[in-house]
Each structure stands twice: as structure tokens, then as C-alpha cells.
T-cell receptor
Framework: GAVVSQHPSWVICKSGTSVKIECRSL??????MFWYRQFPKQSLMLMATSNEGSKATYEQGVEKDKFLINHASLTLSTLTVTSAHPEDSSFYIC????????????FGPGTRLTVT | GENVEQHPSTLSVQEGDSAVIKCTYS??????FPWYKQELGKRPQLIIDIRSNVGEKKDQRIAVTLNKTAKHFSLHITETQPEDSAVYFCAATPYGQNFVFGPGTRLSVLP
């Protein structure tokens, strides 16, 4: 159980375009989802916390108008990178938590974004 | 906010030896401390976790100890095997919110 999928697994886009990444909890209701960014050989950096039915909470330094997060249902959260630039190229990973069950977060497989 | 430090950044051990990775945290409100193993290009995998009401937890070759007073926790891997080679991250969170990760430790187990 506790499977999280993420789509796409990789994407290449041109500078100035937008990219949408989907994160789904397949067999549980994710009341909270987290979005992380990981640059090569670095740690995971929390970008934002997404609670179903409410606005996402962004970490300091993360532009909410650039990284649009929508958590429309208990099984789906999306991250849209708007007007992407080469410096946005990174590994984006989502995770989901089933509130009231445990603190454990279940990670998606990640999306590698390359902006040319 | 929370700050998590992790040492060492790299660690090489001979197969069969033990490996210890240490983390410190700053926020006394943190009460959940997971450890993750991440292989290149893959998602982090939870290997063990501990809550603040417990001082030690063990799962086969892996153990975690927590010292709340000193605000540090450690991962212990015994009888290391080549497949243990990966990057390990500690993390701290208050009640499953705002996970903060350590910078990671690259463990190499030499055959």
C-alpha cells in the first residue's frame, strides 16, 4: 500500500514555457502533499506544503506565482512551473501524508525537468 | 525555523563493518525523525524513523538513537553490505509538517 505516482517522470521544455507535474496517491487519501526540489548532489528542499481544499503554504524564498500548486482532491496535487528558465532545471519530488494515520511521508518517483 | 546538520558528508567503510551517521536539529518542537536512503535518480526510501518519546529503535541491521536533550539523533548500520551504498538523509519535523532534511551522507561500502 501507500503508493504515490508522479507524472511525467521527465520533461524537457523551452525557456519561457510552463510545465505541469502531477502527483497522485493511488491507494490512500492524502490530506497533505509536499513538493520538494533537489539539485544534483544536494539535499531535498521543501518548496511548499499543499493541503486539500486550501491554498498551498510556500517556504521562504519560493515564488508562489512561479510555482503554482493546486491540491484539488485528496488524491491529486499539481505543480506548475510557469515561465520556466534553465535555472529551474531540477529533480522535483512530491510526497503525500495520510493525516491521522502516521507522520510518514510517501514519495513519488520524481520528475526531472530540463529547461533549454 | 528548523536547521538540520548531518555528519559526515561522506563515509567509506569496509564490508561487514559498522557505519554511523549523526544529525543535530535546532527546533525543540520537532518530534519525528525519519532516515531515508536515496539511490541515484530514485525517490528517497524510508529506512527507519523515531518519535521523540522513544530513545532508540532497531530494525534488523539498522538502528536509530535519539537524544532530545542534546537535540541529536544517529543512524547505525551494522554488518554493512555493498548494497547499503547510497546517500542517506536525516530529517526532522514537528508533527509531520515542514520536513527539514539534512545535507546528506554518501556512504560507500567497499567489498
Amino acid at each position: 500500500g501507500a503508493v504515490v505516482s508522479q507524472h511525467p517522470s521527465w520533461v524537457i521544455c523551452k525557456s519561457g514555457t510552463s510545465v505541469k507535474i502531477e502527483c497522485r496517491s493511488l491507494d490512500f487519501q492524502a490530506t497533505t502533499m509536499f513538493w520538494y526540489r533537489q539539485f544534483p548532489k544536494q539535499s531535498l528542499m521543501l518548496m511548499a506544503t499543499s493541503n486539500e481544499g486550501s491554498k498551498a503554504t510556500y517556504e521562504q524564498g519560493v515564488e508562489k506565482d512561479k510555482f503554482l500548486i493546486n491540491h484539488a482532491s485528496l488524491t491529486l496535487s499539481t505543480l506548475t512551473v510557469t515561465s520556466a528558465h534553465p535555472e529551474d532545471s531540477s529533480f522535483y519530488i512530491c510526497s503525500a501524508v495520510e493525516r491521522g494515520v502516521s507522520y510518514e511521508q510517501y514519495f513519488g518517483p520524481g520528475t526531472r525537468l530540463t529547461v533549454t | 525555523g528548523e536547521n538540520v546538520e548531518q555528519h559526515p558528508s561522506t563515509l567509506s567503510v569496509q564490508e561487514g563493518d559498522s557505519a554511523v551517521i549523526k544529525c543535530t536539529y535546532s527546533d525543540s518542537a520537532s518530534n519525528y525523525f525519519p532516515w531515508y536512503k536515496q539511490e541515484l535518480g530514485k525517490r528517497p526510501q524510508l529506512i527507519i524513523d523515531i518519535r521523540s518519546n522513544v530513545g532508540e529503535k532497531k530494525d534488523q541491521r539498522i538502528a536509530v538513537t535519539l537524544n532530545k536533550t542534546a537535540k541529536h539523533f544517529s543512524l547505525h548500520i551494522t554488518e554493512t553490505q555493498p548494497e547499503d551504498s547510497a546517500v542517506y538523509f536525516c530529517a526532522a519535523t514537528p508533527y509531520g509538517q515542514n520536513f527539514v532534511f539534512g545535507p546528506g551522507t554518501r556512504l560507500s561500502v567497499l567489498p
